[in-house]
């Protein structure tokens, strides 16, 4: 199902522990490690595609997750030529499609690592996982997602500010977050 402008409408998923360190997922058979997504299929409400994709890349139910938000809009990026050339042959369908348009959300365990089952579907999508700081280098994500990538965490930053203080934040926080938790005014941080 693709949009008028050939992008397929998608869910990503930002999950966090207690620490606000990120689900990290190794695909499978390769050195590459993303985050959980996919597809929304027909009928399927973002928020539905997110429950369900949780379930089948990671194993977690509804009950074990609590949802902290969700990006405003779509995020997109292009798909390179070269990259679909080698996943699919169907010129109408290359001729067509872009790439990807996702809503992203942002997730926070409430169950147990042990709740997390790699092998909940029969086609995994990890076959290894870790927790990684919020602001995770991405040089192991492919390259044309990178920027989606940034601009989701750095999106979905907005909830994790909220009752923070300035000495929990990560070296190398980004400005616009500091800006967010210490407007100008606000003399509490001197």
Do not use: C
């Given at each position: 199902?693709?949009d008028?402008?050939?992008y397929?409408?998608?869910?990503?998923?930002?999950l966090?522990?207690?620490?606000?360190?990120?689900?990290?997922?190794?695909r499978?058979?390769?050195h590459?490690?993303?985050?959980?997504?996919?597809?929304?299929q027909?009928?399927?409400?973002?928020?539905?595609?997110?429950?369900?994709?949780l379930?089948?890349?990671?194993?977690l139910?509804?009950e074990?997750v609590q949802?902290v938000?969700?990006?405003?809009?779509?995020?997109r990026?292009?798909?390179?030529?070269?990259f679909?050339?080698?996943?699919?042959t169907n010129?109408?369908?290359?001729?067509?499609y872009?790439?990807q348009?996702?809503?992203?959300?942002?997730?926070?365990?409430?169950?147990?690592d042990?709740?997390?089952?790699?092998r909940a579907?029969?086609?995994?999508?990890?076959?290894?996982?870790r927790?990684q700081?919020y602001?995770?280098?991405?040089?192991s994500?492919i390259d044309?997602?990178?920027?989606?990538?940034?601009?989701a965490?750095?999106?979905l930053?907005r909830f994790?500010?909220?009752?923070?203080?300035?000495?929990?934040?990560a070296?190398?926080?980004p400005?616009d977050m500091?800006?967010?938790?210490?407007?100008?005014?606000?003399d509490?941080?001197n």
């Open positions: 199902m693709l008028r402008e050939g397929r409408p998608n869910v990503g998923i930002v966090l522990n207690s620490h606000n360190e990120v689900f990290w997922g190794k499978v058979g390769q590459s490690w993303q985050f959980p997504q996919g597809g929304i027909h009928g399927e409400s973002p928020e539905q595609a997110m429950f369900r994709e379930h089948e890349e990671v194993g139910l509804p074990h949802i938000g969700r990006t405003r809009d779509w995020l990026y292009d798909v390179p030529e070269e679909l050339r080698r996943q699919n010129r109408v369908h290359r001729a067509s872009r790439g348009k996702q809503i992203w959300f942002l997730l926070r365990l409430v169950g147990l042990s709740d997390i089952h790699l579907s029969e086609h995994p999508e990890f076959d290894a996982w927790w700081p602001w995770i280098q991405l040089d994500v044309f997602k990178r920027e989606v990538y940034q601009l965490l750095s999106e930053a994790l500010a909220r009752g923070m203080h300035l000495h929990q934040l070296w190398g926080t400005l500091l800006k967010a938790i210490y407007p100008q005014n606000d509490q941080h």
